[in-house]
């Protein structure tokens, strides 16, 4: 090791508060598809001496399979609030006191012990947005109501991308239909696969990688989008526009968390005390376009984030947060989508 490089890792030491041997080394970093920039790893990799490698997976369903399978080498995950209550209850987190941490302070107050981790001790902030639906504004497609979305019309029906996974689809259809989410009475259910089976007659794909590509290419001209997706293809071109349907949008709140058996845990606790630096969660929102909750990080952030109409909902547009849903829910939803997906 040189001299420059001992002397950078050494001033890091009073920074994060951890050993020079716990400072150095690997960091294994699990995360969506396409969710991580890499000027903002290479910035870590700088700023700690910490290298990091970098995995990625498609849906929460995908993560939480592969966390319940046992050790998975991966330090670092990125799951959906209602998703973090799954893994505490199942036992797949470690256990990590992020209050304690230095940069803990810098998050908005109106964000810390959230529902779904009261006590932040299993989390940290990452990203936040919603899910909706996209469309081709050159399609001549009605953007104000979900049902362009479960029931098209016309042309649309059979140029429609859908979720791979049923999670935030069930929520969609929830919020069409009126229901609450995660009700799981025969009536609500019955009302949610026959709604399901009509879209299915119109779905080109099931995927949850590559939505925006397909709008691009014209491959489809309606499909299930999440906002930050939505506007960098706004902004490289695409004819898009990100829809706000009257009945509402599903709201989502992602972080990292720790799985359980992480070999490199005081590495994930410093990428955690990092990230909540302004000038780092900046990187993150400035590539994936979504919002965070640092405010501190309001001052490095592009100027078309705060206008984008993708991150500014219309006043009367409800955005409800995904819950975490009983067995009996989960269970019927995953019978309904197998049978939806013969």
Avoid: H
Avoid at 72 to 95: C, H, R, W
Avoid at 228 to 243: F, L, N, Q, S, V
Avoid at 302 to 317: M, Q
């Amino acid at each position: 090791m040189n001299k420059q490089l001992l002397s950078t890792i050494t001033g890091l030491v009073l920074i994060f508060g951890v050993s020079t041997a716990q400072g150095a080394g690997e960091l294994f970093f699990y995360n969506w598809t396409d969710y991580t920039p890499e000027d903002m790893l290479q910035k870590f990799e700088k700023d700690t001496g910490i290298k990091v490698t970098m995995d990625t997976y498609d849906s929460n369903e995908t993560l939480l399979a592969k966390l319940k399978s046992g050790a998975t080498g991966y330090d670092l995950a990125v799951p959906s609030s209602n998703f973090v209550s799954i893994m505490v209850s199942e036992g797949l987190l470690q256990k990590v006191d992020v209050k304690s941490m230095p940069n803990y302070k810098n998050v908005d107050p109106s964000w810390q012990g959230p529902a779904w981790d009261p006590e932040q001790m299993y989390s940290s902030p990452y990203q936040f947005g919603t899910t909706s639906f996209a469309i081709r504004t050159d399609a001549g497609l009605s953007c104000d109501s979900l049902k362009t979305f479960f029931e098209p019309e016309g042309e649309a029906c059979g140029n429609v991308s859908v979720f791979q996974t049923p999670e935030e689809v069930a929520s969609m259809a929830a919020l069409y239909l009126g229901q609450q989410y995660c009700d799981d009475s025969s009536a609500s259910l019955k009302a949610m696969q026959k709604l399901l089976q009509k879209q299915n007659k119109c779905v080109k794909v099931y995927s949850s990688e590559g939505m925006i590509d397909r709008i691009a290419t014209k491959t489809v001209t309606v499909t299930n989008a999440w906002n930050g997706d939505a506007m960098r293809a706004r902004m490289e071109g695409t004819p898009i526009k990100y829809c706000y349907p009257k009945e509402g949008l599903v709201g989502w709140f992602d972080s990292l968390v720790i799985p359980k058996g992480a070999k490199n845990y005081e590495n994930a606790k410093t990428f955690m005390n990092w990230l909540m630096a302004g000038e780092n969660m900046a990187l993150v929102s400035n590539f994936a376009r979504y919002s965070n909750a640092i405010p501190s990080s309001s001052k490095y952030l592009d100027p078309e984030l705060a206008s984008a109409p993708e991150v500014n909902v219309p006043a009367g547009i409800e955005v409800r947060v995904s819950e975490t849903c009983g067995p009996k829910f989960v269970k019927s939803v995953d019978k309904i989508w197998t049978k939806l997906r013969q």
